[in-house]
């Protein structure tokens, strides 16, 4: 089967060659081409486009300077850093607050401290109840001995005395 074209010229009539029946392979080539090349068009547009963006919007150089003015910060305690109030190249005057620092150790440190002046005053009171009991048997001392306070002795020195003799000589002890 031949295709005939014809081309009309004015008056002419030229006869055009036609497509002999094997080439419909080549057609096809043809075909399955084009897609290939729609195809790897429309990647390069997909991912072409964001990397030339990129590539426009970045600032790269080998040999840069850059002129500022720079302050050094720094906090009257340590501790970590909960949240940063300013961001990156704001203008910030003295007495801003920059950051926030985590509250938590502080707050564990104040509950410890407060827990040891819990615990000193605790022993404040049983030592001043001590004191206390030690001052009633004293007390009680005293009224077994009226008749020792009455002469002008006290409790401690008939004690040293009573230990002077002993050194001296302790067959006088009589154990009952």
Not at 55 to 69: K, R
Not at 119 to 127: F, I, Q
């Amino acid at each position: 089967m031949r295709i005939v074209f014809l081309i009309h010229l004015g008056e002419r009539h030229l006869n055009a060659k036609s497509v002999p029946p094997g080439n419909h392979r080549s057609a096809r080539k043809r075909l399955l081409l084009g897609l290939l090349g729609v195809l790897v068009l429309a990647a390069a547009l997909i991912f072409g486009v964001p990397w030339i963006r990129l590539t426009l919007n970045t600032v790269s150089t080998d040999d840069a300077y850059v002129n500022g003015h720079v302050t050094f910060v720094a906090a009257r305690v340590s501790g970590q850093i909960a949240r940063v109030l300013v961001d990156n190249n704001n203008r910030v005057h003295k007495g801003d607050v920059l950051a926030q620092l985590d509250k938590e150790p502080f707050e564990d440190a104040v509950a410890v401290k407060k827990a040891a002046v819990d615990t000193a005053k605790a022993d404040l009171r049983a030592a001043t109840a001590s004191v206390r009991g030690v001052e009633a048997q004293d007390s009680t001392a005293s009224e077994r001995l009226p008749g020792f306070r009455a002469l002008g002795i006290s409790p401690r020195s008939l004690e040293d005395e009573l230990k002077a003799i002993l050194r001296q000589d302790p067959s006088r002890v009589l154990v009952s």
